[in-house]
């Protein structure tokens, strides 16, 4: 990492003055900037912080953190920035500050996001940040910050309704870790669960798809950011749907923030429910029609074993009568 960093020096360079050329230009807009290493906690400043603040988001959606490359327009963010918000899961967070070249102040936002109750802590652990960094602006961050939570609490509501309605306790799955806690809040029956597919070992995946055969499972949930191919044969191999979730807003459109994030996650379950149950339907249907129909040619079968006996017997009656 030190040396990539070495590499992106003179590109720093270049970066901080075309951004600083920028700057001057852009109608003396000097809002404070609030660094945030991934979507989940940008969304949530973006949030609480309103017209007051500017987010810089640095790991895009749909990647996983501890896989990516900083840019020179990072290390620029965080050497303007009054606040740094992170998870604790980014290797490459003190090399990004040190080629900043600034003490940034740093608040660490840890621990799941799942279920909703969980974001909820995320939402006040980040408005108390940026009470603490811009003071002047706590009773609006409040304010933000308490209707950020109704609308959490609000989706969480409905889609958890939703997920009784459809009865979905009744539904076995096997669910990829990072989104257990989100699957199993709803109410779905976890049959197994398992880590990043490139740690999966022979053995495990053996015992993956015996359990998911064995349960009869309905869903594979994948997490999207950890890759979905190994979901996707895994659900193919054993005949259940292949459902992929989000752990980061913005990853796929509409889903910008936390509540429209779980409320698109919940929809692809709800909606995979649906389908797995459409078929269950129609294969049940054809398999009465199947049986119907085999018991059908048995007694066909039967009846014309009976005529041809009865014809033959009839035949003997009439040739003997005849040879009198």
């Not at 973006?46 to 900083?70: F, K, L, M, R």
């Not at 002047?136 to 109704?150: G, K, M, R, T």
């Not at 349960?215 to 005949?239: M, Q, R």
Request: proline residues 5%.
């Amino acid at each position: 990492m030190k040396k990539k960093l070495m590499f992106m020096i003179p590109l720093f360079v270049v970066t901080v003055l075309l951004i600083s050329v920028s700057t001057v230009s852009s109608n003396g807009d000097t809002k404070p900037t609030v660094v945030c290493t991934t979507t989940i906690l940008s969304s949530f400043a973006e949030q609480v912080g309103g017209d007051n603040i500017t987010v810089h988001s640095i790991v895009p959606p749909g990647i996983c953190p501890a896989h990516y490359d900083i840019t020179p327009s990072d290390v620029y963010a965080v050497s303007t920035a009054s606040l740094v918000i992170y998870s604790g899961f980014e290797p490459w967070l003190d090399d990004l500050i040190e080629a900043s070249g600034v003490n940034v102040t740093r608040v660490k936002v840890s621990g799941p996001w799942h279920p909703y109750t969980a974001a909820l802590e995320y939402v006040k652990k980040i408005r108390d940040a940026l009470n603490a960094t811009l003071p002047e602006y706590s009773s609006y961050f409040e304010e933000n910050a308490q209707a950020v939570c109704e609308a959490i609490n609000a989706t969480a509501q409905a889609i958890k309704e939703e997920a009784d309605e459809l009865n979905v306790s009744q539904v076995k799955v096997v669910c990829m870790q990072w989104q257990n806690s989100f699957v199993s809040w709803l109410g779905f029956n976890i049959t197994a669960t398992y880590g990043p597919p490139e740690k999966l070992t022979t053995s495990e995946i053996l015992n993956l798809t015996s359990t998911a055969e064995k349960e009869e499972v309905a869903l594979v949930i994948d997490n999207l950011p950890s890759g979905t191919e190994f979901g996707a044969k895994l659900a193919a191999d054993v005949g259940a749907q292949h459902v992929i979730l989000t752990n980061f807003p913005g990853a796929v459109p509409d889903t910008e923030n936390y509540s429209r994030m779980i409320e698109y996650n919940a929809r692809q379950l709800f909606e995979a429910v649906e389908r797995h149950r459409l078929i269950q339907g129609e294969i049940s249907e054809l398999t009465v029609a199947l049986n119907n129909t085999s018991m059908q040619v048995k007694i066909l079968t039967a009846t014309t074993i009976i005529l041809l006996a009865t014809t033959a017997v009839e035949a003997i009656v009439i040739y003997r009568r005849k040879s009198r």
